[in-house]
């Protein structure tokens, strides 16, 4: 089955053999890689278990699978009748809801997956810790996003991964390259958790500056502010003008859609970004006439899907109906960065308080200008603000070296493997 790639001819023609461009110096000098398919190489798992052999501890399915190939957490719940997966450690689960989301992990233990996680053993022709290398990879997913089916909720199909085009050297190579992989992991994991722990700081730290519900004075008050007596309570609809985005129609329209004016999408936003700026989607001048222009620095809601997620737009731009902008604030009631860490708070709040439709929630405008905000006096607001800035400082550096270690090993990667279309 294997085609190894020494430089051949067929009717004349040279077929070059597949060589990374990057190569440990022991090897410089060995053949070419092999090139098979995955079906061929690794064995898809379907050895069923019933649900009574598998402890929670050690259940996987595809909610508890983190993305990123960020490994796994504890399921909270097993379903209650029916059977699973079994899987071995070295085996490497692939979640076949949404591949984009990259929940890909290599089994460090024994247990039971899902019925919509894949369970993939390497072959002796692969050694499994390069094996997972392989599969924890862009290039991987891409492919499988290539055979997927499904628009809201993609699923990869197996028969296509199974055709997948596995490149591989000899098993010393293989073990070479996967510690070289593995120790940037290493690092990757350990700069995700110092990230992580800083994220834990703050929000626990925010639980403490912020009046819980039923309380107008926080536990924890800056020194200066100790004597200073409760919070005001006041609707946000009081402090500032509540606005949603607005799309033009038709949809695609090329009058409308495709020109110089930037335009903000919910896909631009994630969770953890203060400040947002528009990369998917722009307008013509006639579709921004037909949208809501915002002022960079204006803070937005997300109002559709993952409501309540808060941040700042970083240029002048359009807003896509998903988002709700709060904008004449009266900053002597209340100073627009409190009023981005306050409303961070209340995300639980923001769920609650939507109304739910088929498979998004949605915040409506009347409903986001009926919260209550608690709000101290503007110096004692900036004094917080201040202080929960800077730890958004610190989280941004420690994030742009997280993402600095990811695009180090994509790039690794591209040079560690040959490339098959080259």
């Known amino acids: 089955m294997s085609s190894r790639n020494k430089t051949t001819a067929t009717k ?9 461009k990057l190569r440990f110096p022991e090897f410089r000098a060995a053949e070419g890689w092999d090139a098979d398919a995955l079906g061929d190489l690794a064995n898809f798992v379907n050895e069923k278990v019933p649900l009574e052999r598998v402890a929670l501890e050690n259940y996987v399915s595809t909610e508890n699978i983190l993305p990123n190939y960020g490994g796994v ?45 894949i369970v993939i053993r390497a072959k002796h022709s692969l050694l499994p ?50 510690e070289c992989l593995s120790s940037v992991d290493e690092l990757i994991v350990a700069q995700a958790q110092k990230v992580d722990v800083l994220k834990t700081h703050k929000k626990a730290l925010m639980q403490q500056l912020f009046p819980g519900d039923g309380e107008a004075i926080p536990n924890l008050r800056l ?32 009058r409308y859609y495709g020109g110089p004016v930037p335009r903000l999408m919910v896909q631009d936003v994630t969770r ?29 809601i997300v109002c ?62 009347s409903g ?5 905000i608690k709000c101290p006096s503007p110096f004692e607001q900036q004094k917080i603000s201040d202080c929960l800035s800077s730890i958004d400082d610190l989280i941004t550096c420690e994030n742009q070296k997280l993402e600095s270690l990811k695009s180090h090993k994509e790039g690794l990667m591209k040079q560690l493997f040959p490339s098959p279309t080259e």
């Open 12 to 20: 004349g023609v040279a077929t070059p053999a597949l060589m990374p």
């Open 223 to 254: 020194p200066e502010f100790k004597n200073s007596g409760k919070w005001a309570e006041m609707k946000l609809g009081d402090i500032g003008r509540v606005i949603r985005g607005a799309s033009p129609r038709p949809k695609g329209d090329p």
């Open 129 to 178: 810790q390069y094996f997972s290398c392989t599969l924890k990879s862009d290039a991987f997913i891409d492919y499988v996003m290539t055979g997927a089916k499904g628009v809201k909720m993609p699923r990869g199909d197996v028969g296509s991964m199974k055709a997948y085009r596995l490149l591989y050297p000899s098993k010393a190579e293989q073990q070479k390259i996967a």
């Open 304 to 365: 559709s899907g993952t409501v309540g997620v808060v941040s700042f737009l970083a240029v002048d731009a359009c807003i896509h109906d998903g988002f709700l902008a709060l904008i004449e604030i009266d900053e002597s009631k209340a100073i627009k960065d409190f009023l981005y860490h306050s409303l961070s708070t209340l995300r639980l709040q923001f769920e609650e308080g939507a109304t739910h439709g088929g498979v998004f929630t949605n915040l409506t405008t």
């Open 272 to 300: 953890d970004g203060k400040w947002v700026t528009p990369r998917i989607d722009s307008l013509t001048m006639d579709g921004a006439k037909l949208s809501r222009p915002c002022k960079a620095g204006t803070l937005t």
């Open 73 to 117: 957490v504890k399921a909270s719940k097993m379903p209650a009748t029916g059977s699973v997966t079994r899987y071995r450690p070295n085996d490497t689960l692939v979640s076949n809801i949404r591949p984009y989301l990259k929940k890909v992990w290599v089994a460090d233990k024994e247990g039971g997956a899902s019925n919509d996680v």
């Open 368 to 372: 986001i200008q009926q919260f209550s």
